[in-house]
Structures are given as structure tokens and as C-alpha cells.
């Protein structure tokens, strides 16, 4: 029995740090990608993919007795007001993902990486205004401490509020959604039969359709439907779209075996491998102030997993 449980522990181990250098290759994906594709059609490519890549999980899993909100027993009203709010988090994650391809490309590689790091900041907040769950006292000190070291980065390293980059500051809208959308979700788990990959799949198909209809509004349907046809654009799309995708089901069996404190402790680096990609393949410049922001969040970071640990 004790070894069953040690090797469940070691397969969500494993499949942690797998989300690890997944996460941190993604934004090396993203500013990867030709000069002449724009952020909103590449957010429509990639969350198309996302799309595609997840519906052959979905049958599998329809097929099922148990298939989750499908199964014919469940109370349909449950059902509806369910798909409901996996349609405003679809809706949700649309707009994050432009922003998270966006934020990556004006504010940089390694700084949007860093700024996806305040999603426990933003999280703890959610939390608190929607459920009113309080903190202690040193998961707020920690939380100053993240946020000293998020404006020390938006500044460039000077600490002059007139030097805060308004790139940095679109780039925090990014973990800002994804805390709204996943503490909504989080809830809807707990309190309905939906499965990791059922959510997945309304998530990526709403982002899909809702991206698709901006970017036909914006750039013209033309100019999105030639998109698909060109190659470079479609390989570039696929590469993010399925390391994507393998990332959020990753994720999810790796939290099925182990703690999410576990696993958020192993994924906290994922800035520092982005950073390494970032200077070998993309050649992009590392700043001090980098390197010193990275310091401050991870130390803050871990403090925040390590409280939590000890409130458990």
C-alpha cells in the first residue's frame, strides 16, 4: 500500500516538472513566431489547436458511462447552469490568451514570463473578495513583498514610477484572468460532476470561437481564413496550440497525485528556464534587474507555499 502511494507521489513529481519546462517553453513559442503574424490571429491559430487536439479525449471520455456533465441522470438545470459558466470562462480565457501572446511580445519574454507569477497574488485576492476567505499575516507580508518586487521589475530596475512599462502593466492582466476564471472554476469542480478534460474542451472551443469572431471583426475574415493556409503560420500555431494543451491535461493528473502546493512549488522557476531559452535561442538580452526581480518573486513565492503549507 505504502509503496502504491510513494509511486503516485512520484508520477505527480514527474509530471510537475514535465509542466515546468512546458510552461517555460511557451513564450519562447509564442516570440517565436513570423513577424507578419500578428497576436490576435496567432491567439485564434493556437487556441484552434488547442481545439483540435482536445476533441479525440473528449469522445473517448463521452463514451464513458460516468461522462461527467453528460450523463443522462444529471439534474439538467445543474447542466445548464454549469455550461453557462464554462461559457463566461471560456469567454475569459479567450481574452487572456491575446494577452498573454501580446504581453509576451511588447514587455519580453523573460519579464511577461515573471509577470505571470503574480497569479497567487491575484488568486489571494479572488479569493478574498468573492469567498471572504482571509489570510494570515505572513501570507500578506509575503504578498508586499511580490508586489514590491513586480513594480521594481516594471520600472526596469530605477524603482521611478515614471518608468513603470505600460507593456508590463498589460502583461499583468494575463494572471488577473486567469485567477477570476480559475477560482469560478475551482468551485464548479467541487460542486458538479465536470471533468478535467470536459472543461478543457468548452474552454477551448469558446476561446476559439470568440477569438475567431474578433479577429475576422479587426483584421478582416479574409485575412484570418489566409492565415490558415499558410504553412509557417499553421506549424507555429500547432507547435503552441498542443504544447498548450498537453500543459492543462499535464497539469491536471499531476494535481491528481500530488498536493498543488507540491506541484506549484516544482513549477515556481519556470521564469529561470524561460530565461535561459530566452538568451540561447531568441538571443534576448538579461538584465540585472532581472535577475533581481526573479530573486525577490521566487523567494516570495515560496515563503507564500511554505505559509500555506503550515496553515494546513
Given at each position: 500500500m505504502r509503496k502504491k502511494k510513494n509511486s503516485k507521489k512520484n508520477i505527480g513529481?514527474?509530471?510537475?516538472?514535465f509542466s515546468l519546462f512546458l510552461l517555460a517553453i511557451l513564450p519562447i513559442i509564442s516570440n517565436s513566431r513570423p513577424t507578419n503574424l500578428n497576436a490576435l490571429n496567432f491567439a485564434f491559430y493556437l487556441s484552434l489547436w488547442?481545439?483540435?487536439?482536445?476533441?479525440?479525449?473528449?469522445?473517448?471520455?463521452?463514451k464513458k458511462s460516468k461522462s461527467g456533465i453528460f450523463q443522462k441522470s444529471l439534474d439538467s438545470?445543474?447542466?445548464?447552469?454549469?455550461?453557462?459558466?464554462?461559457?463566461i470562462t471560456g469567454i475569459i480565457f479567450s481574452i487572456s490568451t491575446f494577452f498573454y501572446v501580446f504581453a509576451i511580445e511588447t514587455a519580453g519574454t523573460v519579464s511577461g514570463s515573471l509577470a505571470m507569477q503574480t497569479y497567487p497574488l491575484f488568486s489571494i485576492f479572488m479569493e478574498f473578495l468573492i469567498f471572504r476567505k482571509k489570510r494570515?499575516?505572513?501570507?500578506?507580508?509575503?504578498?508586499?513583498?511580490?508586489?514590491i518586487g513586480i513594480y521594481y521589475l516594471g520600472t526596469e530596475g530605477t524603482w521611478l514610477f515614471s518608468d513603470f512599462s505600460i507593456w508590463f502593466?498589460?502583461?499583468l492582466i494575463v494572471p488577473f484572468l486567469w485567477s477570476i476564471a480559475h477560482v469560478i472554476i475551482k468551485n464548479t469542480i467541487?460542486?458538479?460532476?465536470?471533468?478535467?478534460?470536459?472543461?478543457?474542451?468548452i474552454r477551448v472551443l469558446i476561446s476559439a470561437l470568440v477569438l475567431f469572431g474578433i479577429s475576422s471583426l479587426v483584421n478582416s475574415t479574409d485575412n484570418v481564413l489566409k492565415g490558415l493556409m499558410n504553412p509557417e503560420f499553421l506549424f507555429i500555431g500547432f507547435l503552441m496550440g498542443i504544447v498548450y494543451y498537453i500543459e492543462l491535461i499535464n497539469w491536471f493528473y499531476a494535481v491528481k497525485h500530488i498536493e498543488v502546493s507540491v506541484a506549484s512549488t516544482i513549477t515556481t522557476p519556470?521564469?529561470?528556464?524561460?530565461?535561459?531559452?530566452?538568451?540561447?535561442?531568441?538571443?534576448?538580452?538579461?538584465?540585472?534587474?532581472?535577475?533581481?526581480?526573479m530573486i525577490i518573486v521566487f523567494t516570495s513565492l515560496y515563503g507564500l507555499l511554505w505559509a500555506g503549507s503550515r496553515k494546513k
Open positions: 513529481v514527474l509530471l510537475s516538472f488547442q481545439l483540435i487536439c482536445s476533441i479525440p479525449f473528449f469522445i473517448y471520455e463521452s438545470k445543474m447542466r445548464s447552469k454549469t455550461l453557462k459558466i464554462m461559457v494570515r499575516s505572513i501570507e500578506i507580508f509575503f504578498t508586499l513583498i511580490i508586489i502593466g498589460l502583461a467541487d460542486t458538479s460532476p465536470i471533468t478535467p478534460s470536459q472543461i478543457t474542451f519556470t521564469p529561470l528556464i524561460t530565461m535561459i531559452f530566452a538568451l540561447l535561442l531568441l538571443k534576448e538580452p538579461i538584465g540585472f534587474y532581472h535577475i533581481i526581480a
